[in-house]
T-cell receptor, first 114, second 109 residues
Framework: NAGVTQTPKFRVLKTGQSMTLLCAQDMNHEYMYWYRQDPGMGLRLIHYSVGEGTTAKGEVPDGYNVSRLKKQNFLLGLESAAPSQTSVYFC?????????????FGDGTRLSIL | QQQVKQSPQSLIVQKGGISIINCAYENTAFDYFPWYQQFPGKGPALLIAIRPDVSEKKEGRFTISFNKSAKQFSLHIMDSQPGDSATYFCAVSWGKLQFGAGTQVVVTP
């Protein structure tokens, strides 16, 4: 069972460069999420999607864009990377229905912006 | 703003001891209180969760205590083992999860 797969696992960018992080899930989940994890701040929600073709802003959306063209994939884009976006990015998915369905996380993408 | 405050930031416990992590929240609309466990290099994974109509939930060595009037909940790890060394996050939810800052637990042999 692959679950939630994130690619790439590591990446180093220069300020101003762009890139896309890919999240793929094989559990047929409706809901998908992108978080960033920074020391001492827990996980903060960037964007999320409640189904194919839908996206919504989370707690810290500025500087990021997302797309959910296929149910199994959720892409996170950085158009012009900034050092403040150095972080570990996690994707998660969960089944639809009541909110206490557990979220299943990938193993993260470690991104450094120089 | 952080919706849930978690303490301590870190703790060291001897094998066989009890680890206690506390979380406090303000918004009484939250209806789901999970704890996630994260090992280095891995994503968080759901450990145990509770709803506000229950005061305690136990799964193996892990127990959540929930105090609705005080708006606090805590995770107790009984008989702590070296394999429990990880970062633990509490969270609150009313549709979307909001996480605490995390507690790094180290269990010494």
């Amino acid at each position: 069972n692959a679950g939630v797969t994130q690619t790439p696992k590591f990446r180093v960018l220069k300020t101003g460069q762009s890139m896309t992080l890919l999240c793929a899930q094989d559990m047929n989940h409706e809901y998908m999420y992108w978080y960033r994890q920074d020391p001492g701040m827990g996980l903060r929600l960037i964007h999320y999607s409640v189904g194919e073709g839908t996206t919504a802003k989370g707690e810290v959306p500025d500087g990021y864009n997302v797309s959910r063209l296929k149910k199994q994939n959720f892409l996170l884009g950085l158009e012009s990377a900034a050092p403040s976006q150095t972080s570990v990015y996690f994707c998660a998915s969960r089944d639809q229905g009541i909110s206490n369905q557990p979220q299943h996380f990938g193993d993260g993408t470690r991104l450094s912006i120089l | 703003q952080q919706q849930v405050k978690q303490s301590p930031q870190s703790l060291i416990v001897q094998k066989g001891g009890i680890s206690i992590i506390n979380c406090a929240y303000e918004n009484t609309a939250f209806d789901y209180f999970p704890w996630y466990q994260q090992f280095p290099g891995k994503g968080p994974a759901l450990l145990i969760a509770i709803r506000p109509d229950v005061s305690e939930k136990k799964e193996g060595r892990f127990t959540i205590s929930f105090n609705k009037s005080a708006k606090q909940f805590s995770l107790h790890i009984m008989d702590s083992q070296p394999g429990d060394s990880a970062t633990y996050f509490c969270a609150v939810s009313w549709g979307k999860l909001q996480f605490g800052a995390g507690t790094q637990v180290v269990v010494t042999p």
